[in-house]
């Protein structure tokens, strides 16, 4: 792991700050006040490769060839012509559930057929006003006339229990979205109301819309997380989560960590 000096006055929170110090304070100044680098797991290796593929999936399709077709198994057969090659058989495998998604998909599509491709993909944005957000955003699309959603990739399975955290994280990109001068809500003139994770590994899409108390929510957490960043206080919270924590290394031999963990 490599150690890095920051300057926290040019600290900006990311989607991934707020689970972490969710989970724990002192692994949210490892990752993002120190910093330091954690290998990328074999996990993480998939995940980036199959970002990459849905991205060049996108610029190899053609939303009219796609509607051209009329059944489910002749756009399916075309979305598979599409799929990008040169990638290991789970990304291979997640491409084609992927596909199957995007055909059914398709086929319940009743707004122009040119609001089907994404607006934007893996753009990275910096916002520092009315917080100092930042994130790379996997993507976000057209929802209706009036609406924009934006929409996170997750590998992983679903479980229910990480809707608290995929809640605020995504209107953190909601936030980003609807503020930022550059992001497609200023082309559209349409806000992002909504948002989705999709998980392609078991071909589950969850969606929701934006709620008053999760956008107060993330602007508490927010506050609480920037005051830590100021006082420099980030106490440490020991439970079942340490056992996966890249920092472990770190806290196992301290005194405090072994007092608490027994």
Known sequence: MAHHQRNTEELFLHKSGLSAYKRCPLRFKYMYVDPIWADRDEEMVYGTEFHDAVRRFYYLMDVDVLFAHDTFQDRLQYLMSCRPDGYRPRVNKWLYNYCKMEAKRSLGWTNPKNWFMPLNQERYYELRSPQKYAGTIDRVDHYDKWHLIVI????????????????????????????????????????????????????????????????????????????????????AKVGEHCDWCPFLYRCCTEDWYIEEAL
């Open 152 to 235: 996170d990739y997750k590998t992983g399975k679903f479980h229910d229990w990480l809707l608290s955290e995929l809640r605020q994280e995504m209107a953190l990109y909601a936030v980003i979205l609807n503020n930022h001068p550059q992001s497609p809500v200023q082309k559209t003139g349409k806000y992002v109301a909504y948002w989705a994770t999709i998980h392609p590994s078991i071909e589950y899409v969850y969606l929701e819309e934006f709620k008053p108390q999760t956008l107060s929510a993330l602007a508490k957490n927010t506050v609480k997380i920037w005051n830590s960043v100021k006082k420099g206080s980030f106490p």
